[in-house]
């Protein structure tokens, strides 16, 4: 996904941590739905988010897929625990980005939610006994 971040200049790049919610829910999303994935923000008037393991970038489709923000580099080795927030870039395409960081994230990871239910509801399993343990 590197080749894929956008061309155009970064304002601002700050070192950051993801809650360890947004970025386990996502990685969960990605072995589950496939890469790459695309999200389209309701209540957010054109923007899109297209998440790799590397990268997630958001854009905003109303103006040529302008990117807005990209959370890059992240450093999941260096937690402690799956509890544990993971370090990463946050880079600033846009002046006004901040504004919208905390919404992305939450917003992105309702839609995978709900992704991940719906290809769950076709899912037939199954309980399988273990070899060796007997019941009485």
Known sequence: MRSKLPDAPVLKSIPTRITAGHYNRVQIALKKLGHPLHLMLPGMRGFQVYIEDDAWICADRNLNNLPI?????????????????????????????????RTVLDDSVKILNARMRRAQRGVKGRIVAFPGIHRP
Do not use: E, K, M
């Open 69 to 101: 923000l990209a959370w890059t580099d992240f450093r999941p080795g260096t937690r402690g625990g799956l509890d544990d927030p993971v370090s990463c870039q946050l880079l600033y395409y846009h002046p006004y980005a901040n504004v919208v960081i």
